[in-house]
């Protein structure tokens, strides 16, 4: 390619894409919110949203998560935690939420590169999350 002129947005795959675009990320969100919901440390944060309103928090998560960060999106993250903390939200149930997506992901033979990017996008987002962030 000419060393002057920039590799177009087009040509660059999101890692939604690389993950195996739409069926793999159904796979991984079905394997992400079992393990989720399934889990006694983090159930009492999500008791009083319906299954399927909690598979599209689900998809919107991983969406967010596969396709990179931008700072307006932790602003929005920041707003829609923020009742959860009263509720006893910490750094713990961060961590898990974490695991249960790497753990889908090795389920799912993501390679382990794309499993890193996938966390280091979801780490950016833990000062917002927790309302540490500094304000804009
Ligand atoms: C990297 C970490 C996380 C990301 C990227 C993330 C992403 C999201 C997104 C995109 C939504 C939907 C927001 C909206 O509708 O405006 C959401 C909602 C929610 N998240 Fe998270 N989340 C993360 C961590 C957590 C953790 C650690 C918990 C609790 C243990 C949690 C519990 C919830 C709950 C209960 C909702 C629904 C809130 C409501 O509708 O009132 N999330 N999250």
């Known amino acids: 390619m000419n060393e002057n002129k920039k590799c177009p947005r087009s040509m660059v795959l999101t890692i939604f894409e690389r993950i195996g675009g739409e ?3 159904e796979a991984l ?3 992400f919110l079992t393990r989720t919901f399934n889990d006694p440390n983090l159930r009492l944060f999500f008791a009083d949203i319906g299954m399927p309103e ?3 928090k689900q998809k919107s998560f991983l969406t967010m998560a596969l396709h990179g960060s931008e700072k307006s999106d932790g602003e929005q993250l920041r ?3 923020a009742r959860l903390l009263p ?3 910490n750094d713990h149930h961060f ?3 974490i695991k249960h997506l790497t753990e889908s992901m090795y389920e ?3 390679a382990p590169e794309l499993i890193n990017e996938v966390v280091t996008v979801c780490e950016s987002m833990r000062e917002y ?3 540490r962030a500094p304000k804009p």
Do not use: P, R
């Open 54 to 56: 909690q598979a599209e």
């Open 79 to 81: 707003e829609s935690h």
């Open 87 to 89: 509720m006893g939200m």
């Open 29 to 31: 969100v079905t394997l």
């Open 129 to 131: 999350i927790f309302d």
């Open 95 to 97: 961590d898990l939420v």
């Open 108 to 110: 799912l033979n993501v």
């Open 23 to 25: 069926d793999a990320v």
